[in-house]
């Protein structure tokens, strides 16, 4: 048997010849030792100041998810990670690190609200953006699964109804597709129009996945239908609100233009909102 | 005062602080990266656990930036990092310890092997050390992580934990002593065993 050496690291002495505490103190002065190497990153990602990703199941495929201490930062369809990387930094100027699974409770969250369960909330980290563009993602958000608004519904949401352009680009900038979703505006004519995630087939498989059939709405659209009424009730909805839903085809109204509606009697919706909370809705 | 000599970590401090104090978000990383073995070593020397330490260090260096976001730049610019840091892993491991009760090692090791060059040996002996570090009370436990592990002056400790020098200097006598007394049964035990 040995005994504790009073000088492990000079590798001489042991304990009954070298119980002085000096020895003593040169043993405690290796005790010092380097962080494990992911700490300092995982601390810069707890800040905010760096980021994590890993992959997600979604109608998609697997997409990348980012996030750090203040929220999610990005969900991504890029080929590679190389590629996911470096957008990723020239957009926000922090390192991204690919990691092998989401924590646990965001993972779950996004599973849900990807299920449709919008009751876990997901803290979304959208500096950089402005305010305009802010305003325009968390609007998206209120949309339901299985519903879709035109542009224009957004503008005039957030009182700006003539920038229909301009939401649709903020709408092209959303960092964070999918859980801000942005593929549930479509064009103020009824048509699917653009997506950021790989174009307007990926729009169609995530509504079509949603339950908002785009061949149905493309279909109205075509029509030249905008609003569904209710000759019960007197009131009307853009085709996919829950409401308008629920209306039997013997008591459903069809109207190409709110004017038509309002001519016909018919008040908007409260839910969907048809011509927006400020009622502005310009030319449909 | 002028100061003849200023340590070289306290003068690096200083103009990291000068650049916190201008621009936190571009300059914590470089805060991180100078300060995160020495708070993992420290929390790891004071909680025993390697897995503790990480999330204390981490804890540590996230409130910290908390707190570097809610000053002022003149105060930020003050800042003395080394003993400020200090105290903030030191609280973390004192709460950590509060809620977990830190085991207190037995000394049931066997420090082994005698060439030291071997560097399982060494690593061994380390491990012994370690765990005899964890027999001690633990404010004499942290006095020694502070002075000897960490390499902090008693001026910075005693700013760092907010007690005279006097007190502290005392709290590492008196670990040392425990430690070599520790150490002197410890050899007295191996005797009796191999006797």
Redesign the interface.
């Known amino acids: 048997m040995t005994r504790l050496h009073a000088s492990p690291a000079a590798g001489v002495g042991s304990a009954t010849d070298r119980t002085g505490l000096a020895a003593i103190e040169a043993a405690l002065a290796t005790l010092a030792e380097p962080a494990p190497p992911r700490l300092g990153h995982a601390t810069l990602v707890a800040v905010g100041l760096a980021d994590d990703y890993a992959e997600i199941a979604t109608p998609l495929g697997a997409l990348r998810v980012a996030w750090n201490g203040r929220g999610v930062s990005a969900v991504d369809g890029s080929v590679d990670d190389r590629t996911f990387e470096r957008a990723f930094f020239a957009r926000t100027g922090r390192h991204a690190e690919r990691v092998g699974a989401l924590p646990p409770r965001l993972g779950r969250a996004i599973e849900r609200r990807l299920a449709g369960d919008r009751r876990n909330r997901i803290p979304l980290d959208l500096r950089g953006s402005t305010e305009f563009e802010q305003a325009v993602w968390l609007k998206a958000l209120e949309i339901p699964r299985g519903e879709v608004r035109p542009y224009g519904w957004i503008a005039a949401e957030i009182g700006r109804p003539r920038a229909v352009r301009a939401v649709g680009t903020a709408l092209g900038h959303n960092p964070i597709p999918l859980i801000v979703p942005c593929h549930r505006v479509v064009r103020t004519d009824g048509h699917i129009g653009q997506y950021s995630l790989g174009g307007p087939d990926n729009k169609r498989t995530i509504l079509a996945a949603e339950g908002a059939d785009p061949d149905v709405l493309e279909g109205l659209a075509r029509a030249g239908i905008r609003y569904i009424g209710s000759d019960t009730t007197h009131i009307f909805c853009l085709p996919t609100c829950h409401d308008a839903r629920r209306v039997t085809p013997a008591h459903e109204v069809r109207f190409p233009s709110s004017r038509a509606a309002f001519e016909a009697g018919y008040r908007p919706c409260k839910h969907c909102r048809p011509i927006g909370a400020a009622g502005a809705l310009g030319a449909a | 005062m002028f100061h003849w000599v200023m340590d070289a970590n306290a003068e690096l401090d200083a103009a990291l602080s000068a650049r916190l104090a201008v621009d936190l978000?571009a300059s914590?990383?470089a805060l991180?990266?100078a300060h995160?073995?020495?708070?993992?070593?420290i929390a790891?020397?004071i909680l025993g656990d390697?897995g503790d330490a990480?999330e204390a260090?981490?804890d540590a260096?996230?409130r910290a930036?908390?707190a570097l976001e809610g000053y002022e730049p003149a105060r930020v610019r003050e800042l003395r990092l080394r003993p400020w840091l200090t105290t903030i892993v030191v609280n973390v491991c004192r709460n950590r310890m509060r809620v977990k009760r830190v085991r207190t090692t037995e000394l049931g090791?066997?420090?082994?092997?005698?060439?030291?060059?071997d560097p399982v040996?060494?690593r061994d002996?380390?491990e012994?050390?370690?765990a005899?570090?964890m027999t001690l009370p633990a404010s004499q436990r942290i006095a020694?992580?502070l002075r000897?592990?960490?390499?902090l002056s008693y001026q910075e400790m005693s700013a760092a934990l907010d007690k005279p020098e006097g007190t502290l200097k005392a709290q590492v006598h008196r670990g040392?002593a425990a430690?070599?007394h520790a150490?002197?049964d410890?050899?007295h035990d191996?005797r009796e065993?191999?006797a």
């Open positions: 978000d914590f990383e991180v990266q995160v073995d020495r708070l993992f070593s790891l020397r390697r990480e260090a981490q260096l996230v930036y908390g090791f066997d420090p082994g092997a005698e060439p030291l060059v040996a060494r002996a380390r012994a050390w370690a005899l570090l020694i992580v000897h592990v960490d390499g040392l430690l070599r150490l002197a410890e050899g191996h065993m191999t």
